[in-house]
């Protein structure tokens, strides 16, 4: 596995460099490809997986990319991350914010919807920077996730608790 990691690593900083050396911002990027400046970071750090129809618009956004990095963000990425990044300031805020207010989004995403939750694989972000009423800047996340309600379970519901076809 350390090999593995080491790998990893190694892909996504020549990934960042091919954006570094593009002299683009994730929101360029992000509008020479049409996808979300979140999707063009999560690529560049193998959180993502790049489709095939996306390819021509990345590579001319992003002339760097070789062919090997470009088949590498094609295969599935292992999702994941490293634990030690609730440390970083920012990453410890937004864990900070949705503890804060995760229990009322809930109960509103409950009133609103009924039994059930913000997908995070239907899933869109973005971040944004706007100017607040007193002209300072700020953060706007957007997070759009399809809505998914829990299920009764019914076990004749069951695929795997049904009789085999053709008995």
Wanted: with cysteine; glycine share 6%.
């Amino acid at each position: 596995m350390e090999g593995s990691s080491s790998r990893r690593a190694s892909l996504i900083r020549e990934l960042q460099d091919a954006k570094q050396s593009s002299g683009k911002s994730y929101n360029q990027i992000a509008e020479e490809t049409g996808l979300t400046n979140v999707y063009v970071a999560q690529l560049l750090r193998r959180q993502a997986h790049l489709k095939a129809d996306t390819v021509p618009k990345l590579r001319a956004a992003l002339p760097h990319l070789t062919h090997e990095h470009i088949q590498e963000m094609m295969r599935p990425p292992m999702r994941c991350y490293d634990p030690c990044l609730i440390q970083e300031p920012t990453i410890y805020r937004l864990n900070e914010a949705v503890m804060h207010f995760g229990e009322s989004i809930k109960e509103i995403i409950n009133e609103d919807f009924g039994d059930g939750i913000m997908s995070a694989i239907d899933f869109y972000c973005s971040v944004d920077k706007v100017k607040g009423v007193d002209g300072k800047d700020r953060v706007v996340i957007t997070f759009d996730g399809k809505y998914l309600p829990y299920t009764e379970q019914k076990v004749e519901h069951m695929a795997s608790r049904q009789p085999p076809q053709g008995s």
